[in-house]
């Protein structure tokens, strides 16, 4: 059976601001440990992406994260998962987009992240479990 996108998403899901700096959304994604920001704006009611990629581009391109809102770094053309949908499915929709994070959405909401960490720590574990079983059966 397929291992679902529920079963290898993280359900913490950092949120911030559209005018969060990209300096505050830094220090908030480095203390969760996370790669990627939800970004609402309640203003548009729309969801947004901000990555660490993003966060690495201003900066690198010198801009001030001071003073840089995270609204203007925002990937708003995001590609969503569903939580019933397979690995595969969300390493397919990464690949041909070339991103490392999908927002999980149930019914309009974000119920969590799944990024490339994620799906390789589950086919990783699934591929030692299977490697167990048959060196078991041997």
Same mark, same amino acid.
């Given at each position: 059976m397929p291992t679902l996108v529920r079963d290898a998403m993280s359900t913490v899901i950092l949120t911030i601001g559209p005018d969060h700096t990209l300096r505050q959304a830094a220090r908030l994604m480095s203390a969760r440990r996370v790669g990627a920001a939800v970004v609402l704006d309640p203003?548009?009611?729309?969801? #947004?992406i901000l990555t660490e990629r993003d966060v690495l581009d201003a900066v690198g *391109? #010198?801009?001030d994260p001071d003073r840089? +809102? *995270?609204h203007l770094h925002t990937?708003?053309? =995001? =590609?969503?998962? *569903? +939580?019933e949908w397979t690995l595969e499915n969300a390493a397919r *929709?990464?690949?041909? #987009?070339?991103f490392r994070h999908l927002i999980v959405l149930d019914d309009r909401e974000p119920v969590g992240v799944?990024?490339?960490r994620d799906i390789v720590r589950c086919w990783s574990s699934a591929?030692?479990?299977e490697a167990a079983s048959s060196g078991a059966a041997a």
């Open positions: 203003d548009t009611c729309g969801i #947004g *391109a #010198g801009q840089e +809102p *995270a990937t708003t053309d =995001v =590609v969503f998962a *569903a +939580p *929709a990464m690949t041909h #987009g070339g799944v990024s490339v591929h030692e479990r």
